[in-house]
């Protein structure tokens, strides 16, 4: 069973940092594409970064560059978000998402569909 578990969110003060997990399971880890997603109510679904597993490639949208890093634990299977420099802004539920046939970059500036989704975990940033 392909299972994709995001955990890590909660609340935090603007300025502060949180660490998102996304566990993977059921599949080829290496093999993928991991991204992070986020949707706040009322908007469109925004990739937040991405990271091809077999090598390491990451990519940011403009909007988290310099704030929010990206990496694997490949021995995990585990993909973090480290989210520092927190902005209202950023509230959102965060997703991420496996896909094989794709790029880092591809992931985050393209709409999918993709192939794995986690269920999501909220992310408040209080002001």
């Known amino acids: 069973e392909v299972r994709l578990v995001e955990s890590g969110g909660g609340l935090v003060q603007a300025g502060g940092s949180l660490r998102l997990s996304c566990a993977a399971s059921?599949?080829?880890?290496?093999?993928?594409?991991i991204g992070w997603f986020r949707q706040a109510p009322g908007k469109e679904r925004e990739g937040v970064s991405g990271?091809?597993?077999?090598?390491?490639?990451?990519y940011y949208a403009d909007s988290v560059k310099g704030r929010f890093t990206i990496s694997s634990d490949n021995a995990k299977n585990t993909v973090y978000l480290q989210m520092n420099s927190l902005k209202p802004e950023d509230t959102a539920v965060y997703y991420c998402a496996a896909d094989q046939w794709t790029t880092a970059q591809a992931i985050v500036v393209a709409s999918g569909p993709y192939e794995y989704w986690g269920q999501g975990t909220q992310v408040t940033v209080s002001s």
């Open positions: 059921g599949f080829t880890f290496d093999d993928y594409v």
């Open positions: 990271i091809t597993v077999s090598d390491g490639s990451t």
